[in-house]
Structures are given as structure tokens and as C-alpha cells.
């Protein structure tokens, strides 16, 4: 039955991509290999491939798929009034593009960069469009424009020269809104005014291995209400490791994280399915009651970090792992039951009970009286300790994080990483997956320190003093002058007329071996013939400019 459910979702999506101008990517790192669309859902597009492997949908981990779909909820209180909005199962709240734009805007796609891409190639150039969108970059120069042009003309990438805000091995961002009408939405609810920037990024070796980073910027616009509040953003994802109905599920709040792992053997993956964690790795800014509490933003080391004194990140708020075919356990599928699901209840609103074996089993001789039902299933299953799921099924995963405040134009900053694990059975799975979930949190903390991206050697590397020929000549009333150096030095650069007379000193000062460039203002001088010399170390050169008014 669930099969052609999804397989009715799955047209469905597919006839709703076509019509809005839907557009797909497929995120491939390590051994995880994730179909994206431009409107915030995780692996349910259908991207074609002619790998078998590969094709079409669902996010699949070596031979098998082990995400059927994932997505998010965000909700909260706009004018005193509750709303949510989602892409889940069963609702697309979101569209392409930003606020007000039309979703069909060739403007509104995935825009993907990586790093074996040429530096100032296509790619680096079609980002132009993602920053018209809003997207971030990498200011070089410092004059708040993007403009990726190789200025040091050594055919790379510099410090000093603009470039996307690329980490790791590739990146993938776009920009959705919800802006679907009230009466095509599950909840039908009117769109708030919502712009979310989504960027999905991951390195392919070892050390981050089988991790993919999502971050999301989330931004009032001020539609509805200047300020929107107690906002809840809600990881949600329908989990399938390999056969559907063999799954377990889990939180960890010690790592912010919630998990989904199998019983024993699984009918695709055999006797060591994967793991699958979803870590809170940047929670949402929200205000604290600790004076010493300090917020972050991290977007990098070229990006720099931001620290936000007497704030802090939000972490796990709750966590619901629904679907187990018991009352209150069911799809949100009104208002009243996204409140309950974020307060940690049943869809009811009942707070579980641990010591309910219906709800789980407590083991360990752990008290099941002093466990917070707030984060369901919070034992270890390694350890066979404390609130453990025993019952497998096909189960959805409803997370929480805040609450925080949206202000009109002041974005909220929220990274999950998606992770996954495969040992030598189903609880090594678990180990792993933990393992690389540390990873990641490491990763973070050093504000994503070895993603930073290192350019390939210079393909016209400086081995000599080279004073080139003025640009443009003849010129007015300004013109441009480069020179290299392969060497440190104290560099004079001096204009002269044509009798040998100075008439300016352009530069007289200590530059390092490098590219470099200046401008020339003839604005006052008449038209003629003029000298333009270099003098640095011994290295001394003549050439001649043309300015005609």
C-alpha cells in the first residue's frame, strides 16, 4: 500500500515540477547520492542518470536507498496568529525564487559550483545570477561587488580576487519562498512572507566522510508581520534504510541529533544496514537567560564567523518519531498537530509515557519515571540503556529547534548535517554513524577549516620583471598600468613627457612578488606622446602612452 502511495506522491511531483519550472541536481559525495529540487525537498526528485544506481529518486547509500524523502516545517505565531508551513510529505508550501518573483523565472535553478572547476569559469560567472538572487560570495577586492576576474592575471585564484563561497568539494544553493497559495497548501494557510536560501555542501574523502552539510537562511520579509514569534524550525525526513518496515528511530540529545537504524538484518542491505543521523550542527539564534552565552554564525574561513555576545544557539528542542500506527501517531495534517509534535506530545497533545511499553521499552534498570518524554526514544541502543523504540516500522522523524524571533530583514542561520554510517552490523552502524557525526560537529567548530578552498597552481606563474603596455592606448582621460614582480621590493613607477621631463610619481613604495595594477589621470595633461617608467631592485623599463582628448 505505502509503495503506491508514494508512487502517486512521487508523479504527483513530478507533474507539480513541470508546471512551476522545477529544477533538480543530484548531490553525490562519498558513497551518499542525494536528488535535490529548487522548492526544499530532499531526495524525491527524480533526476535521470543512465547508472540504474543512480536513477531516479530517493537518496540511496551504496546499493539501496535509505531516504525516502526529507524535508522541513517552519512555524510560529504572525500577527497572534499560528501558522506552519512545510515541504513534507503530502504538502509543497514552497516555490522557487524569492518573495513575490515568478517560480518560473529562468533566474530560479540550482546553482551548482565545484571545486575541480576552473577558477573564473562558467560556473564562477553564472553565480552573478545567484547574488542578483541574494546568494553570499567571497568580496576579494572589497568593493561589495561580485566580480570574479582573475586581477593578478596568473590564471587562479587569489585573496584579492572575488569568488563564490565555496567549501569542500561543491556546493548547490537556491532560493524558494512560500509562496503557494493558501488553498494548494495542506494547513491553508496564507503564505507569511518567507524567503529561504538553501546551500548543500560536503567534502569527498575520508575525513568528513558520508556527511552532507545543508544550511538554510531564512528570512522575514515582513508580508504578514514585521515580526514573527516563537518560531520552531523542524527537520523532517521519511526514512526507508533499505526495506521500509524494519526501522527504528531515535534521538541524541547530547549531540543534538536525531537517528534512525534497523533491527538486525534488512532484506536489501543484509546484515549491516547503515545508520542515518540528523544533527543540529548551527541552531537558530535565541535569546538566553546566561550572561556568558555567546551565539556563531559560521560560513567559513574566507567568510569569517560572526559571534553574537548574550545570545545562543538553539539546540534539540524535542523530537517525535511518529508513524508507529498507534493513536495521535499519524501525518500533522492540521495545525493542532504540528504544535503537538513540537511540543514533544502525540499528535494530541499527550505527553508519552516511557514506562508504556506501547511508547518503547526503558532498559538498564533505568527509572522510566525520570525520563523527559520531550525527546522520544533518547536511549542508547549500543548500550541497550535507557528509552529504546521496539517497535519497526515505517517511521517519520519530526524534530524540533527554537524558539527563536524572525525580524523583517534580519535572516536566521540554521546548518544541519545529514550523516551516515555502515559497520559491521546494525549497532556498528550506529558507532559510525556516531563517529562521523563528531566529525562534522569538529568541522564546524573550526568554521569548516579544511573545506576552505585551496586553487590550483598558477598556470602563468611570475619568473620576471615585467612592465606591460599600457591599456587602453591612446587613451582619455584614464589608463591602467600592470607590472610583475618576481621579487620583493621598493617599486617607482614615474610618467614622464616626451622631452624627458617628470611630470608625476605615480608610486614609491615596498611592494611584495606579485601581480599588480594602477590607474593613470591625464585628465589635466594635453594631448601627446608619454613615458611611463618602472625602477624596482635593478630591474628598470620604458614604454610609451598615447593620450588623445
Given at each position: 500500500?505505502?509503495?503506491?502511495?508514494?508512487l502517486?506522491?512521487?508523479f504527483?511531483?513530478?507533474?507539480?515540477?513541470?508546471i512551476?519550472?522545477q529544477t533538480t541536481?543530484?548531490?553525490f559525495?562519498?558513497k551518499?547520492?542525494?536528488?535535490i529540487?529548487?522548492?526544499?525537498?530532499l531526495?524525491?526528485?527524480?533526476?535521470?542518470?543512465?547508472?540504474p544506481?543512480?536513477?531516479?529518486?530517493?537518496?540511496?547509500?551504496?546499493?539501496?536507498v535509505f531516504?525516502?524523502?526529507?524535508?522541513?516545517?517552519?512555524?510560529?505565531?504572525?500577527?497572534?496568529q499560528?501558522?506552519s508551513?512545510t515541504?513534507?510529505?503530502?504538502?509543497?508550501?514552497?516555490?522557487?525564487?524569492?518573495?513575490?518573483?515568478n517560480?518560473e523565472?529562468?533566474?530560479?535553478?540550482?546553482?551548482?559550483?565545484k571545486?575541480?572547476?576552473?577558477?573564473?569559469?562558467?560556473s564562477?560567472?553564472k553565480?552573478k545570477e545567484?547574488?542578483l538572487?541574494?546568494a553570499?560570495?567571497?568580496d576579494?577586492n572589497?568593493?561589495?561587488?561580485?566580480n570574479?576576474?582573475?586581477?593578478n592575471?596568473?590564471?587562479?585564484w587569489?585573496?584579492n580576487e572575488?569568488?563564490?563561497?565555496?567549501l569542500?568539494?561543491?556546493?548547490?544553493?537556491?532560493?524558494?519562498?512560500d509562496?503557494?497559495?493558501?488553498?494548494?497548501?495542506?494547513?491553508?494557510?496564507?503564505?507569511?512572507?518567507?524567503n529561504?536560501?538553501?546551500?548543500?555542501?560536503?567534502?569527498n574523502n575520508?575525513?568528513l566522510?558520508?556527511?552532507?552539510?545543508?544550511?538554510?537562511?531564512?528570512?522575514?520579509?515582513?508580508?504578514?508581520?514585521?515580526v514573527?514569534?516563537?518560531?520552531?524550525?523542524?527537520?523532517w525526513d521519511d526514512?526507508d534504510?533499505?526495506?521500509?518496515?524494519d526501522?527504528l528511530?531515535?534521538?541524541?540529545?547530547?549531540?543534538?541529533?536525531?537517528?534512525?537504524y534497523?533491527?538486525?538484518?534488512?532484506?536489501q542491505?543484509?546484515?549491516?544496514?547503515?545508520a542515518f543521523?540528523?544533527t543540529?550542527?548551527?541552531?537558530?539564534?535565541?535569546?538566553?537567560?546566561?550572561?556568558?552565552?555567546?551565539a556563531?554564525?559560521?560560513?567559513?574561513v574566507l567568510?569569517?564567523?560572526?559571534?553574537?555576545?548574550?545570545?545562543?544557539?538553539?539546540?534539540?528542542?524535542?523530537?517525535?518519531?511518529?508513524?508507529?500506527?498507534s493513536?495521535?501517531?499519524?501525518?500533522p495534517?492540521?495545525?493542532?498537530?504540528?504544535?503537538?509534535?513540537?511540543?514533544g506530545?502525540?499528535?494530541?497533545g499527550?505527553?508519552?509515557?516511557?514506562?508504556?511499553?506501547?511508547w518503547?521499552?526503558?532498559y538498564?534498570?533505568?527509572d522510566?519515571?525520570?525520563?523527559?518524554?520531550?525527546?522520544?526514544?533518547?536511549g542508547?541502543?549500543?548500550?541497550r540503556i535507557?528509552?529504546?523504540?521496539?517497535?519497526p516500522?515505517?517511521?517519520r522523524?519530526?524534530?524540533?529547534?527554537?524558539?527563536?524571533?524572525?525580524?523583517k530583514?534580519?535572516?536566521?542561520?540554521?546548518?544541519?548535517?545529514l550523516v551516515?554510517?555502515?559497520g559491521?552490523?546494525?549497532l556498528?552502524s550506529?558507532?559510525?554513524?556516531?563517529?562521523?557525526v563528531?566529525?562534522?560537529?569538529?568541522?564546524?567548530?573550526?568554521?569548516f577549516?579544511?573545506?576552505?578552498?585551496?586553487?590550483?597552481?598558477?598556470t602563468?606563474?611570475?619568473?620576471?620583471?615585467?612592465?606591460h603596455?599600457?591599456?587602453?592606448?591612446?587613451f582619455?582621460?584614464?589608463?591602467?598600468?600592470?607590472?610583475e614582480?618576481?621579487?620583493?621590493?621598493?617599486?617607482s613607477?614615474e610618467?614622464?613627457?616626451?622631452?624627458?621631463?617628470?611630470?608625476?610619481?605615480?608610486?614609491?613604495?615596498?611592494?611584495?612578488?606579485d601581480?599588480?595594477?594602477?590607474?593613470f589621470n591625464?585628465?589635466?595633461?594635453?594631448?601627446?606622446?608619454?613615458?611611463y617608467s618602472?625602477?624596482v631592485?635593478?630591474?628598470i623599463?620604458?614604454?610609451?602612452?598615447v593620450?588623445?582628448k
Amino acid at each position: 500500500m505505502k509503495n503506491l502511495v508514494k508512487l502517486i506522491l512521487f508523479f504527483s511531483l513530478l507533474l507539480y515540477s513541470q508546471i512551476i519550472g522545477q529544477t533538480t541536481h543530484r548531490f553525490f559525495v562519498n558513497k551518499i547520492n542525494l536528488p535535490i529540487d529548487n522548492r526544499g525537498s530532499l531526495a524525491s526528485a527524480n533526476v535521470p542518470h543512465p547508472d540504474p544506481f543512480i536513477n531516479g529518486a530517493g537518496g540511496k547509500f551504496d546499493e539501496s536507498v535509505f531516504l525516502f524523502r526529507s524535508g522541513f516545517f517552519l512555524s510560529g505565531y504572525a500577527n497572534g496568529q499560528f501558522f506552519s508551513n512545510t515541504v513534507s510529505e503530502g504538502s509543497e508550501d514552497y516555490q522557487p525564487g524569492k518573495v513575490g518573483s515568478n517560480p518560473e523565472d529562468t533566474l530560479n535553478i540550482i546553482y551548482v559550483v565545484k571545486k575541480d572547476d576552473t577558477p573564473f569559469s562558467s560556473s564562477w560567472q553564472k553565480w552573478k545570477e545567484a547574488v542578483l538572487l541574494g546568494a553570499d560570495f567571497y568580496d576579494g577586492n572589497g568593493d561589495g561587488v561580485y566580480n570574479p576576474i582573475d586581477r593578478n592575471y596568473n590564471g587562479t585564484w587569489d585573496l584579492n580576487e572575488d569568488m563564490p563561497p565555496l567549501l569542500g568539494d561543491e556546493i548547490a544553493w537556491c532560493l524558494y519562498n512560500d509562496g503557494v497559495p493558501a488553498n494548494q497548501r495542506l494547513y491553508n494557510v496564507s503564505p507569511i512572507g518567507i524567503n529561504i536560501q538553501q546551500t548543500l555542501f560536503a567534502k569527498n574523502n575520508s575525513d568528513l566522510e558520508n556527511i552532507i552539510f545543508i544550511k538554510y537562511k531564512i528570512e522575514n520579509t515582513g508580508t504578514v508581520d514585521d515580526v514573527l514569534d516563537s518560531v520552531f524550525f523542524s527537520p523532517w525526513d521519511d526514512t526507508d534504510i533499505g526495506d521500509a518496515t524494519d526501522d527504528l528511530s531515535g534521538s541524541d540529545t547530547t549531540l543534538n541529533s536525531i537517528f534512525t537504524y534497523n533491527l538486525g538484518e534488512d532484506g536489501q542491505y543484509g546484515i549491516n544496514p547503515p545508520a542515518f543521523y540528523t544533527t543540529i550542527i548551527q541552531g537558530p539564534i535565541c535569546s538566553t537567560d546566561e550572561t556568558n552565552d555567546t551565539a556563531l554564525i559560521k560560513n567559513g574561513v574566507l567568510l569569517s564567523e560572526q559571534k553574537i555576545p548574550g545570545y545562543k544557539n538553539a539546540g534539540l528542542f524535542s523530537f517525535a518519531g511518529y508513524g508507529k500506527n498507534s493513536p495521535g501517531q499519524s501525518f500533522p495534517d492540521n495545525l493542532q498537530y504540528v504544535k503537538n509534535y513540537i511540543m514533544g506530545n502525540d499528535g494530541y497533545g499527550n505527553a508519552l509515557n516511557p514506562c508504556d511499553t506501547l511508547w518503547g521499552k526503558v532498559y538498564g534498570n533505568v527509572d522510566c519515571n525520570t525520563i523527559n518524554p520531550v525527546n522520544w526514544f533518547s536511549g542508547d541502543p549500543v548500550e541497550r540503556i535507557g528509552w529504546l523504540d521496539n517497535i519497526p516500522l515505517d517511521d517519520r522523524k519530526f524534530a524540533s529547534t527554537g524558539p527563536f524571533t524572525l525580524e523583517k530583514s534580519k535572516p536566521i542561520e540554521i546548518i544541519l548535517a545529514l550523516v551516515v554510517g555502515r559497520g559491521s552490523d546494525e549497532l556498528n552502524s550506529i558507532t559510525i554513524a556516531k563517529e562521523n557525526v563528531q566529525k562534522a560537529i569538529e568541522e564546524y567548530q573550526s568554521n569548516f577549516s579544511s573545506m576552505t578552498y585551496n586553487p590550483p597552481a598558477p598556470t602563468n606563474p611570475i619568473t620576471n620583471y615585467v612592465l606591460h603596455q599600457n591599456y587602453p592606448n591612446p587613451f582619455n582621460p584614464t589608463t591602467t598600468i600592470r607590472y610583475e614582480l618576481p621579487k620583493d621590493g621598493i617599486v617607482s613607477i614615474e610618467v614622464f613627457d616626451i622631452l624627458g621631463q617628470k611630470i608625476r610619481t605615480l608610486l614609491n613604495e615596498f611592494k611584495k612578488a606579485d601581480r599588480y595594477e594602477l590607474e593613470f589621470n591625464g585628465d589635466n595633461l594635453s594631448s601627446g606622446v608619454y613615458l611611463y617608467s618602472i625602477r624596482v631592485n635593478d630591474f628598470i623599463e620604458t614604454k610609451k602612452m598615447v593620450l588623445i582628448k
